[in-house]
């Protein structure tokens, strides 16, 4: 597996790169779409594409385009009033990036993804195939959260994590976040005192800041989300740089704006890092002592014999968390049986396929 750019001067001939805009650079202050703001973001775009990289853009602003379309006065706030604006405005927004794109003789492809499509091993592979076809036949993917299936518990709601599962999907050399901030602060950046950090070459380092929700009130996440998202991208070994939409010609260009994150690890398992970080949890595993050392040691599945409480309802396959007798969190996991079944055979030994497969769980406290 290939190691991540080790600096920007690098960026500009990156062979393969994900940027991901999000709702607050795309919207404007009545809740409807920034065309200018899209047609900007697609010729920039289009002139890397003219340099030989290739890309997948995961854009918001589906919501944003069918609130002007359908005449609303502001954003809806219930979820179904947000999926039918969705709904509508995907294929507007879809239609902009069409045109925008094929006046570059640039050809588009809609791909529309939960996080259950990027976690579950043969959606991943799927999802995984078609990208790379997608981009083989220099095809710009645009990417957004399929919004229509938003009461699913696997709901991402905001892109940034989504796009660092893009990143690692097609093996990307960078992961580009732009937002409505220049980079990332040690505080929220309208706070006086708070001041920009260029580099964070160690996810550690974080410690000390305080970052926070979103900054308009139509972005999702905020920084927290693309904070966890760079988590995610450099632990894969692909770098992440946040900055504002404004700065994308100067980021691709490779100029010093923004906050960079320097990739730590290699390309690993990203089911792993996905249920470590990003999965919503949908019940509980409450464990015996013995059952946790079994974890700890490394290498093991969990039995249901080890097992002695369920919390929650839940399927086969939902993220869970998995607790020691103190009510430590021991490891997270997706279940192997529904929640039903596992509290029939909790405490019962040789009860057949295990609670969590080793392969499907991550240690927590490693
Ligand atoms: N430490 C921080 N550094 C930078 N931005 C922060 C920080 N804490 C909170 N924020 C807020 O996060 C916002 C960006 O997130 P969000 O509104 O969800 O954007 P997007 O729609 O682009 O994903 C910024 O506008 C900013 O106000
Ligand atoms: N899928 C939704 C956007 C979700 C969202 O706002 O995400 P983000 O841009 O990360 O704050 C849409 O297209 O409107």
Redesign the pocket.
Known sequence: MKWGLANRSLVPSAPKFVVK?????LTLPDGTLNHEQLNILSDTLAEAYSRDQRFALVS?GAVAAGVGSLGMTSRPTDMAGLQAASMVGQTKLMAEYSERFNAHNISIGQVLLTADDVIRRNHYRNARLALDRLLTMGIVPIVNENDAVATSELRLG???RLAALIAHLIDADFLL?????D????????EPG?RRIPFVGDMSELQN????????S?????????VTAARMATAFGIPTIVTSADNLGRALAGEPVGTWFAATGTKSNARALWIAHAAQSSGQLRLDAGAVAALESGGNSLLAVGVTDVVGTFDPGDPIDIIGPDGNLVARGLAGWDSERLRASAGVAGAGRPAVHVDDMVLMRH
């Open positions: 805009v999000g709702s607050s650079s918001s905001d892109n940034d976040l732009l937002t409505d901030v980079a990332l602060y040690s505080g929220p950046p309208k708070s800041y305080s970052i926070t929700g979103r900054g308009s139509f972005g999702t996440g905020g920084m927290a989300t693309k």
